[in-house]
């Protein structure tokens, strides 16, 4: 079992919608939680960082963190064509050992 | 643009060669991390450095090591190359090595082996 683990997709929703992205993870260790947006053959791009439970919002997106469930959420408010990427879910384990997810594939049509 | 740079952006070898990746950390970041992305095993870590020592291994071959010069900058070395090494490589740096610092990511090298 992969220690984070996420839907590959794709998802396809219209402009305009609310999207919501999920990840879950296995270690209870977990403390910092982050979503990464990744272009096509471009390096991720961090777009929340999360510490322990809660939410936090930055724009149109709102990161989730359910320690309870051991589960982790992006909400997308308003999505764009330009939103169209792969979002990957991480989490760090200690000395800031990043483990992701596989990535959900996002496609936004006009 | 994360200020984190790569080089080369593309690389062709055989197997059995041996490249090298460089990366240039954001100015002030001291820690850098090497992550290996695969179409079947996602992004994987494979080592961080710290200040030019050696802070956390991951999922990292014997074939392949790295290592961080006083100038901060990293080079990953990969030797013996197998078809199977072909992957994009991704250099991040966060301004310290500690826990809860944001990594920011490179653009990538792509390497193909064939």
């Known amino acids: 079992q992969k220690e984070v683990e996420q839907d590959p997709g794709p998802l396809s929703v219209p402009e305009g919608a609310i999207v919501s992205l999920n990840c879950t993870y296995s270690n209870s260790a977990f403390q910092y939680f982050m979503w990464y947006r990744q272009y096509s053959r471009k390096g991720p791009e961090l777009l929340m960082y999360t510490y322990s439970s809660g939410n936090k919002e930055d724009g149109r997106f709102t990161a989730q963190v359910d320690k309870s469930s051991k589960y982790i959420s992006l909400f997308i408010r308003d999505s764009q064509p330009s939103d169209s990427a792969t979002y990957l879910c991480?989490?760090?384990?200690?000395?800031?050992?990043?483990?992701f997810g596989t990535g959900t594939r996002l496609l936004v049509s006009p | 643009d994360s200020g984190v740079t790569q080089t080369p952006k593309h690389l062709i070898t055989a197997t059995g060669q041996r490249v090298t990746l460089r990366c240039s950390p954001r100015?002030?970041?001291?820690?850098v991390y090497w992550y290996q992305q695969s179409l079947d095993q996602g992004l994987q870590f494979l080592i961080q450095?710290?200040?030019?020592?050696?802070?956390a291994k991951g999922n990292i071959l014997e074939r392949f090591s790295a290592q961080q010069f006083p100038d901060l900058h990293s080079e990953l070395n990969l030797s013996s190359l197998e078809l199977g090494d072909s992957a994009l490589y991704f250099c991040?740096?966060?301004?310290?090595?500690?826990?809860?610092?944001?990594?920011?990511f490179g653009p990538g090298t792509r390497l193909t082996v064939l």
């Open positions: 991480a989490s760090e384990t200690g000395f800031q050992k990043l483990v």
């Open positions: 450095y710290y200040n030019g020592e050696e802070r």
């Open positions: 100015s002030g970041d001291l820690s």
């Open positions: 991040a740096s966060s301004a310290l090595g500690t826990e809860g610092n944001e990594q920011f």
